[in-house]
């Protein structure tokens, strides 16, 4: 997770994430990783604000009130929402992360990856 993180920072080029939860555990943090994320989180917060556009999370439909509650990505310094459907999480990236920036996202494309990937 810190890893790939770190190296999308070290690009120091604007980019956007698309998270998708497909196991209900993945949303329950443990404690010794929550102070682990923190303090790696506030060492970046500068260069989460110059790089990362938006973050688009995507949970089962049964862990969306949680998603809602923990608020998935608010501490990354950019725009963030919470969706069950990836169209929906797709939709807002292209019109409210790319779309002011004149920036393309493949829609297609990436429902693909996420396919092959499921």
């Known amino acids: 997770f810190i890893d790939s993180w770190n190296d999308w920072l070290s690009w120091n080029e604007p980019f956007a994430t698309l998270r998708v ?14 102070a682990l994320v923190e303090d790696w989180l ?3 917060r500068d260069a989460f604000r110059r790089n990362l556009m938006g973050i688009a999370n995507i949970v089962p439909a049964s862990q969306y009130e949680h998603a809602q509650r923990v608020k998935l990505g608010e501490g990354f310094a950019a725009p963030a929402r919470t969706f069950t459907d990836l169209d929906a999480g797709l939709h807002w990236l292209a019109a409210e992360i790319f779309g002011p920036r004149e920036l393309p996202l493949d829609r297609d494309a990436v429902s693909a990856v996420i396919a092959c990937a499921a």
Request: charged residues 25%; glycine residues 0%.
């Open 21 to 34: 939860f497909t196991d209900p555990l993945a949303l329950q943090p443990r404690p010794e990783f929550l």
């Open 42 to 44: 506030a060492a970046r």
